[in-house]
Structures are given as C-alpha cells and as structure tokens.
C-alpha cells in the first residue's frame, strides 16, 4: 500500500527541476558549505572566546549592530554570559558531526539492504520492504522520544536513532534502482558469466547506484541537521554542556521576550546551512543522474 | 567438444508467471510446453511476434529466467539437482548477446576492465585468447579497449558483447534480436560476424529473431513460435518452401522486400565480417 | 466485486504494516535498554529498580513482553499513564480534538497556498514567478519549524501583539501554530503539483488538445490538472499522516494542548508507558489516512482499480 504511494512521491520529487541545476554550477552550490566547513574545523585556531565560560555580568549583552552591543561579543551573550559567535562556531561543529555520522551509518545499511532486496527479489526482497515501509509508518519524532526515553541520553544514542530514521529513506530508493538494474543486459550477462551475487551487487549495482546514494546522503545530512535540533530543542539530543544549534535554541527559548538574538542566531545558522545543502543536492542530482537530466 | 550429443537439450519447458496473495492477476503463461535441440556448431532460429514467448524461452535456455517445469541437459548432463558451483559452471557453457548493446556493458566500466574480470571469474577458460586478439576476432581495434561504453558506437557495443561472450568460450551463443536496435549498414556486419565465428570457433548459435528474412539466410534450421508454443519447426529452406502452419505462412508474407542471401552477406569472400569498425 | 478484489490487499497490506511497525517500536524501544533504571534516575537503588521492572512487567524475558504487548494492542488496551495512573487511552483522546484541529487547519493553508503556487510555477516554467516559488519552497524545506515558530511569537506576539503567543482558546490561538505547521506541507505541495503539471503538459494528449484549437485555459483546466492532481493528493495523504504526530516541536513551542505537548510532557516525567502508546497511536494514524487516500483512489479513479496493486 505504502509502497506504491512512497515510490510517487519520490519519483515525482526527483523530476522536479532543480532549481540549482539551471542557475548555477555545482562549486557555486558547494561553496558557502566548504567554507563554513572551514570556519567550523578551524575553530580552535580562530580569535574566538571561550565558549562555555559564563560571565554572569554580562548576561543577554545584543550583537554589536544593537545599541550596547560590543565587539568582544560580535552576536551578543546568551543568558549565562556565554559569546554567541563562538557558540554557534563551536555548536556547528558537533552538529555537522551528529548529522554526518547518522548519514554515514544510515547510508550504508540502508543502500546495503536496499541493493540485495532490489537484486534477489523474492523473500528477501518482501521481508525487507515491509519492514522500510513500517519504519516510514512510524512518526520519526515519537519513535526517536520512544527510544531515548528508555535507553537514556547519550551521543551514540543520538547518532543511532538519527540512523534509524534515514536508513529507509536510502533502502526505497535503492532497491527500486537495483530493481530495474537486475533486469538490464548487462547484469544477466554477467550472471551467464557465473558471477557471484555478492560479486554483481558490489561491483556492478553498487557504483552505479553510488549517484543516487551520494545525492541522497547530501540531502540527507540536511535532514539529519533538522532532526537533530528538533530532538536537541526538546531537551532529547545534545545537552549542555556540549553545544549544538539545536541545544542553544532550547536553551535561549525562555528569554525570547528580551533577548530575540539568543534564539535568532542559531536558527538562522541552521536555516543556511540546510538551505545550502538542499541547493548543493539539487544541483548533484542533475550532475550524476544524467539519465534524468532532461526531467530536473 | 564431441558431436554426438546436443550442445544444449530442453523437454517440455513451461514457464508461468503468476501472483501470489488476494486479489492476483491471472497467470501468465509465457512458455508452454517447448521442446528443442540444438547441435555443436550449429545456427538455429527462434522465430516469432513480440509476445510469443521467445525473450522468455531465451533466458531460460541461459539459465537466466524463471523456469517452472520441464528438463534441460547442458552438453548432455542434466541441471536439475546439481550444486550451486557446478550450476555456475555449467552456465558459462551459454552465453547471451541481448538485443541493447549498450545496455549490455556495464556503463562504468572500460572494456578492459570487463574483459579482466571475466578473466578473474574463469582464468582457466579464458587463457586462450589475448584482448587485443579477441577484439581482433569480433573486428575491433585494441584502441577501443580504455573506451567506457558510452564512447561506443552501437555497433562497437554490440561487437564488445559478442567477444565478451566469445572469451568464455561457450558451446552455445544465444542472441536475442541482436541487430534489431542496429542501423542497417551495422546489422548486416553483426550478422556476418556470427556467421564467421561459428566457422571459427565452432559455437552454435540460437538466433532469436522477428525478422524471417534474417533467419533465412543465416540459418540451419527454424523454430516458430506463437503463444509460447513452438507451432513449427524444420530446416529452414523446407520450411520456407512448404510452411505447413498458417502463423509460418503469415510471418513469411510479411518478409519486406530486402533480399538478401548469404553471397550479399559476404560470407562466401569473407570479407566484411573482419572489417574494421572505428 | 471489483472493488472488492482492489480493497483486499490493500488492507492485508496495511495490517501487515502497522503489525510491523509496532513490533519495530516495541524492539526499538526496549530490545537494549532498561526502561526502569531511566525512570527511576541513577541514584535509585537495585531494589527500587527491581520492583519497578516486577511493575511494569519488564522482569520477564523479551519475548514474554512481546507477546504481552502485542496481546494488550489486541485487545485495544493501551496501558496505564505511569505519571497521571490513567489509562492513556484516556489521556489521548482528550487531545485528539487540539490535535485534528490544528492538522486539519494548517493542511488547508497549506493546500490553499501550495497548490496555486505549483501550477503558477509549472504554467510559467523557467520564468521568475518559477524561480520565486521554487525557492520559497525549497526554504520551506530547510528551516526549523519550532525556530520558525519562536520567530513568528517574537514579531507577532512580542514585537507587534497582535497574536498570543500560545495557549488555545480562539481562533487567534489558532493561527500562529496552524501557519507555522503548514510551511513544510506547503512546499512539498508546491514542489509536487509543479513538478507532475509540468510533466502532464509535456504530454502528446495536451499538445493534441492545444492543438485543436482549444484555449489554454481549457486546456490546464480540463487536462492537465485533473491528470496531475493524483500525486499530489497522494503528497496531502501523507503529510496528513505525519502531520498528526509531527507537530510535537511546534505544539511545544506554543504550548498548544495537542498531542504533540502530550508526548514531551510525558518525556519529562519519564513516562515510558505513555510515550509508547502515543507512538502506537501515531503509527495507526498514519497507515489509516494512508489507506484511505488509497481507497480514495479507487473510488474516484477507476483505471487505478483496474491495474490492481
């Protein structure tokens, strides 16, 4: 039931005509990340204050464009005293990590299961699409609450259920390339050939899913970026005193009346960064899917 | 290899495609009860509308498709109940040349690269031959063998194909409408190629084909088949001569007026066939 | 008869699902941790953390929990609220009408503003109104929802007053949670009903009908949308049924009674047993609006019926 329904909606997601595509080329895209990548790696290196030290008097201090505002605090303090810049700069760094951990273990079970489902059909393939189209059922907030709320708070908790919600979103997509691709000559040729499945899924529809897989897992890490605060937000993710966009959000919502900076800064970074990677997926979608290139 | 028994035997072949679960489609049944044999180096046509059955019957000769019952003896050893490597084996004694030819390479990789891991799968039957000699067989020049296949022409595909099948030194090729996606200079060097290769290396060859006027002039002997069932079967020119089914009799007044026999073909000087395509 | 025969496996398939799904929660949830020890926090003795297992039914080996649980779902019994010692059946459904409420309205803003800003963008692809829209919902897509909505209480609610800034009540409650809710529907919409239109008019019956002289209105009207509308109806179905549960971060923000704000207040007091039976809840309501789009489709599109599953 699902299924017919999920494999609409992606077709039609995936046709649609990047907007990125027509405008701009792939590094105009890649850009804006590759240096906020920069920045966030580069941190420790940058003349930037010390991110978890509090300095009671100077609590709720505006960015620098406000009236009060200082250059010592270029974004303005938080309600600890604690400089905004530095926070957001650092918080990006755990944030990017979360998210690209989830994509990397997400993408590879997912695109796995997606590929032997896709390729031996049968069993297999019936046992492992119930299970993507249950776990697609499943409300990704409610069963990310569920699972934190009896496995307790941690990171690698985090990260694992950040996982669990994106691996099917790659194994749907996957096993319906695999699907067409076990059809095509040249796999049946080389099963005449008595290559091994484990050969021919690795080898042979494995880089030639690798596009789909690498467009996926680009957009994907947006997703992650929004999930993560969203579970963050609610005192479920990162929580003080590590530092995340998230985690700053849930932390500045109670002083929104006088001090709009604490919650607009890390919104707006999260925003960005989403949005720049939602440009920069578009974009790879019509550089790698060339076949579709005439739809997007 | 000896002569006395049939490079590829089946009896009674019926495959059905059904559905499992409430509310299923009808079967399908897409082959129905063929028998068929085919000898060392020998080129047989499989003939028939698009729906009939023959891509279907085709896989399952390679062992490829789905088979729902019947029997078939590869080089006189029976398939059923042997083990999974001797399957695999056995299997490589078939091999298929399908009617796309670049859908026929896998698009990321060079034809080397094909060509090595053919090698890596069966280095004890693919010793024979160097790649440049094996290209030299099918017409290609060693320059191709660094070429992805879409740097290939279709003819340049199709001819990879052919000796990607060839290096695996099968007994039997099956070749599934191998020109029709072809333009019509091509397809006449395709032809010759086949008809040159079962001089050479002896393969017999299972031409599936709707063009009746291919199957005139390249084969021994005919198999027509309508509805997965093969209605007629004979040597060709008996068969051309005297169709005793209405169905044969149609496919033979649908014949367009392009006439060739094998002397146009250029099999007799042999000439074409080796032609260097670039 | 037909219909019959099209609805069947529809429904075998959506019972399969949700079995799945819930048995996945189940796995999820408790296959590694130990629910009792989270609830009781790290300074609780073994003692205290034994009892509550014994409580809670969680001293039994898995399978027997299992079997346990998916027994209680059988008989529609969702367990008992750990922190309000009512049956959650009756805690949800005092929030179901917030809930519907504020889907039902924020699917409307969504569609009424979605849809025509799709078919504006497909009518003049390439041009700026394309552009435009599919930026906005590309946007739409990339921002944080409850951020959007803690921007929306700070302009609209502490800056210029004219909203409140949560709570329910009035339709004024209504509108900030509702807008804020519809901006990840509305883009999805958008990008959907743009993308199927443009497709449908590249096709030869359209440009048949073009040319026969008809006037291009008549032309999108009569062909082209009622041809593209299918996948985005099936777009509404789904982001209906995520709608439902996903609007835990944004009843939060506006303290909207919903049950969403159930299930982070059941996260505060650790109440395992309520948070699970929201996630059951949830998953139900996400097959059922699906399978109903899904019948939906048979009933008014009769080829669909015909090409069966």
């Known amino acids: 039931m699902l299924g017919r329904m999920l494999t609409g909606a992606v077709s039609a997601d995936r046709t649609t005509k990047g907007f ?66 530095a926070r957001i700069i650092y918080g990006g760094r755990l944030t990017f990590v979360i998210a690209i951990a989830a994509v990397l273990v997400g993408s590879v079970f997912g695109t796995l299961l997606g590929m032997i489902a896709g390729y031996r059909r049968g069993w297999v393939d019936t046992v492992i699409a119930r299970i993507v189209d249950a776990q697609l059922a499943l409300p990704f907030i409610l069963l990310a609450i569920a699972i934190i709320v009896s496995r307790g708070r941690s990171l690698a908790v985090l990260v694992a259920v950040l996982a669990i919600i994106s691996w099917a979103q790659y194994a749907r997509v996957i096993r319906a390339e695999a699907l067409s691709l076990r059809e095509r000559p ?111 | 290899m000896t002569a006395t028994e049939p490079v590829l035997q089946i009896e009674d072949l019926r495959v059905v495609f059904s559905e499992r679960g409430v509310g299923k489609r009808p079967d399908v049944v897409a082959v129905d009860g063929v028998s068929m044999s085919i000898e060392a180096g020998e080129i047989v046509g499989l003939v028939g509308e698009s729906g009939s059955g023959k891509t279907t019957l085709a896989l399952a000769t390679a062992l490829l498709g789905r088979i729902t019952d019947g029997r078939i003896w590869l080089a006189g050893e029976s398939i059923v109940g042997i083990s999974r490597s001797r399957m695999r084996r056995l299997r490589s004694l078939i091999q298929v040349v399908f009617q796309d030819p670049h859908g026929s390479l896998d698009p990321r990789q060079t034809v080397r690269k094909g060509l090595s891991e053919l090698r890596s799968l069966h280095p004890d039957r693919t010793d024979w031959v160097t790649d440049v000699d094996l290209l030299g067989k099918v017409g290609l020049i060693e320059d191709l063998l660094d070429h992805l296949p879409h740097e290939l022409s279709g003819g340049q595909a199709q001819r990879v194909s052919i000796a990607r099948a060839l290096l695996l030194r099968p007994s039997l090729l099956v070749a599934d409408e191998p020109t029709s996606a072809l333009d019509v200079s091509v397809q006449a060097q395709i032809l010759n190629l086949l008809l040159q290769l079962r001089e050479s290396e002896q393969i017999a060859v299972l031409l599936i084909s709707h063009d009746l006027s291919v199957v005139r002039n390249l084969c021994d002997r005919v198999y027509v088949m309508k509805d997965g069932r093969v209605v007629e079967a004979g040597i060709t020119e008996d068969l051309l001569a005297s169709p005793s089914h209405p169905y044969t009799r149609e496919l033979i007044a649908a014949i367009p007026g392009k006439d060739w026999d094998r002397s146009t073909l250029g099999v007799a000087s042999g000439q074409s066939a080796g032609e260097v395509t670039r | 008869m037909s219909f019959v ?78 922190r309000y010692s009512r049956p959650n059946w009756e805690l949800i459904v005092g929030r179901f009408p917030s809930s519907i409420q504020l889907t039902v309205v924020a699917m409307l803003i969504a569609t009424i503003v979605g849809l025509p800003l799709g078919v504006l963008a497909a009518l003049k692809e390439g041009r700026i109104w394309d552009r435009v829209s599919v930026f906005v919902a590309l946007f739409g897509q990339s921002i944080p929802l409850f951020w959007l909505g803690l921007m929306f209480i700070l302009l609209f609610a502490v800056a210029w007053g004219w909203l409140p800034a949560g709570q329910s009540g009035t339709w004024q409650h209504l509108v900030l949670p509702a807008v804020t809710l519809s901006v990840l529907p509305m883009a999805r919409i958008a990008r959907l009903a743009r993308s199927s239109l443009s497709e449908v008019l590249e096709e030869t019956y359209i440009t048949s009908a073009r040319a026969r002289g008809l006037r291009e209105r008549t032309v999108v009207i009569t062909h082209a949308l009622r041809n593209a509308a299918l996948p985005v109806v099936t777009i509404m179905g789904l982001q209906a049924g995520t709608l439902l549960s996903g609007a835990v971060t944004v009843e939060f923000v506006f303290a909207w009674p919903g049950l969403g704000t159930l ?47």
Do not use: C
């Not at chain 1, 890649?30 to 790696?41: A, E, F, M």
């Not at chain 1, 994907?220 to 700053?248: K, N, R, Y």
């Open chain 1, 20 to 85: 990125a595509a027509r405008n701009s080329s792939l590094w105009v895209m890649g850009l804006p990340l590759v240096l906020l990548g920069l920045i966030v790696l580069a941190a420790p290196l940058l003349p930037l204050a010390d991110p978890g030290l509090q300095d009671l008097r100077g609590r709720l201090i505006p960015p620098i464009f406000l009236e009060g505002g200082t250059w010592e605090h270029p974004l303005g303090t938080d309600q600890l005293g604690r400089d905004l810049l």
């Open chain 1, 186 to 296: 040249f796999i049946l040729g080389l099963r005449a050939a008595g290559a091994s499945s484990m050969r021919i899924i690795l080898r042979h529809i494995f880089p030639n899913v690798g596009g789909t897989v690498l467009v996926l897992a680009t957009l994907e890490v947006g997703t992650m970026i929004l999930a993560e605060s969203a579970l963050s937000f609610l005192g479920l993710g990162v929580v003080s005193p590590d530092i995340s966009w998230g985690g700053m959000l849930a932390g500045g919502r109670e002083f929104i009346q006088d001090a709009w900076w604490v919650v607009a800064f890390p919104g707006i970074a999260i925003t960005f960064v989403v949005l720049s990677i939602n440009l920069l997926g578009d974009a790879l979608r019509a550089r790698y899917d060339p076949r579709k290139r005439t739809y997007l």
């Open chain 3, 5 to 82: 025969r099209f609805m069947a496996p529809k429904l075998l398939g959506a019972a399969i699902t949700l079995l799945i799904a819930l048995s996945l929660a189940f796995f999820l949830a408790r296959a590694a941790g130990d629910p009792a020890r989270n609830i009781l926090g790290e300074f609780a003795t073994e003692e205290q953390v034994l009892a509550k297992q014994i409580e809670l039914g969680l001293d039994k080996p898995l399978p027997v929990q299992f079997v346990n649980y998916l027994g209680q779902l059988g008989s529609f019994d969702l367990g008992k609220s750990l």
């Open chain 3, 263 to 309: 299930a982070t207040q059941a996260v505060q007091f650790r109440d395992f047993s309520l948070v699970q039976a929201i996630v059951i809840v949830g998953a139900v309501s996400f097959v059922l609006i699906n399978l109903t789009v899904d019948l939906l489709y048979g009933i008014i599109d009769p080829r669909i019926r015909e090409q069966g599953s």
